[in-house]
């Protein structure tokens, strides 16, 4: 069976077999937003399509590119293990590679984390991570925050803070209890009773990229100890050297209880992700011979997925790609700034490293106020699109909205990404964000095309 050529012959075929048997509707978002393109290849940070197209990739597959795409260290070492033709998932018995990623993981990991869990998604790790804290703690209710974003599983989902993706699901999770982001008081109010078992949060939240302030994370680490609670961190999106930093946690010098990770772990080529815990946490959930499998799974531990772990950590390390992150993050936050004070709906710019949010908001000029207020009577998620549509269409870098209503549009680039690369980024955002701030202009003008398509394929 040749795939390569299997692929290559059907591509044009591509966008009517996924509304035929995958999802219709993701197909004519697309369409509709013009990012409808059959891509071929891809390569570091950048991607090609079908029509010869380079597109500088901002968005790395929501964070699943931190060492580029396809990386050609994690390819060799992944043909290597398919020419050795290894011994993969025994079941009974012990993989040897999954120790040593074990091993690597609990290096780089924070404090006192040494024992390690392999799951196969972000979600997958979350639900690993509850599990364990309720085991452990003998308590059932778990703290989360508003806005949150833990996976879409239906224990991830109940953690969710998320409205638009809870639809349709409830009733969830019992004894879940949402509190406000970056609000020690109303944290300290829902752990109070003392009768809950975990406090799971993202340290920079993925959904709008909110920071949180200098003394959150160190404040509710207190007061998890304070009500004998867990403390887990989401690192799904912001490990491996997003932020600037291996984990997130460490721009605080906070050691969570338990962390969950996945994306970036294994380069983009194998579905992992994995709960690194305390030791001390996981014998309380593995605590005898006939507990051994009190959580379990089928692919987990699979070679390949192992392997891709152990070289993509590699890469990040001797390619000093988390000094890089905080680097060239610095460079573009700065940069993006800038323009703050130049052009009035561009409000904010948040972020830490390559993980970085644009808050827009209302005008105060009298012209882009109306059109401020016809687009979000049009669509409340209108408006990030007026941007990431151009610097799609016009300047060939892909980028997303960050959230549901938010008015917030985020970059993720791959961490091997260059000045050069920040500049191109830079540049294509101050030619749109002209374009934005003239009324009426090319950007509201796509915009009312964008509207029009959506009304056409109703």
Known sequence: MDIVSLVKNRLEETYDLHRRYINP??????????????????????????????????????????????????????????????????????????GLLAEALTAVAPGDLDAVFFTNSGAESVEGALKFARQATRRHKVVHCAHAFHGLTLGALSVNGNRE??????????????VPFNDLDALEQALAGGDVAAFIFEPIQGKGVFVPDDDYLPGARALCDRFGTLMI???????????????????????????????????GFVPIGAVITKRAIHARVFDS????????????QNDLAMAAGLATLHVLQSEALVERAAEVGDYLLAGLREKIGRYEMLHEVRGRGLMIGLQF???????????????????ADLFGQMITMPLMEKHHILSQVAGHGLDTVKILPPLVIDREEAD??????????????????????????????TLQSA
């Open 361 to 379: 908001g209302e005008p105060k000029s009298l012209s882009l106020k109306t059109g401020w207020k016809l687009v979000h009577k049009m669509n």
């Open 25 to 98: 509707q993701f197909v004519r978002v697309l369409e509709v937003i013009g990012f409808n393109r059959n891509y071929t290849s891809s390569k570091g940070a950048y991607l090609y399509d079908a029509d010869g197209r380079k597109v500088l990739d901002f968005l790395a597959g929501f964070g699943v590119f931190n060492i580029g795409r396809n990386h050609p260290l994690v390819a060799k070492v992944l043909h290597e293990m398919l020419d050795a033709d290894p011994p993969n998932m025994v079941q009974m018995d012990l993989g040897g590679i999954s």
């Open 289 to 300: 011979m006939e507990r051994c499998f009190a959580h379990s799974n089928t692919f987990g």
């Open 165 to 178: 993706f809870r639809d349709r699901n409830e009733p969830l999770l019992p004894g879940c209890i949402q």
């Open 233 to 267: 961190a989401d690192e799904v999106q912001t490990g491996f050297g997003r932020t600037g930093k291996m984990f997130a946690v460490d721009h605080w010098n906070v050691v969570p209880d338990i962390m969950a990770v996945s994306k970036a772990l294994s380069g």
């Open 424 to 453: 191109l980024f830079l540049n294509a955002m101050e030619d749109v964000l002209q374009d934005v701030h003239r009324f009426p202009g090319a950007a509201w003008s796509t915009t009312k095309k964008m509207a029009v398509r």
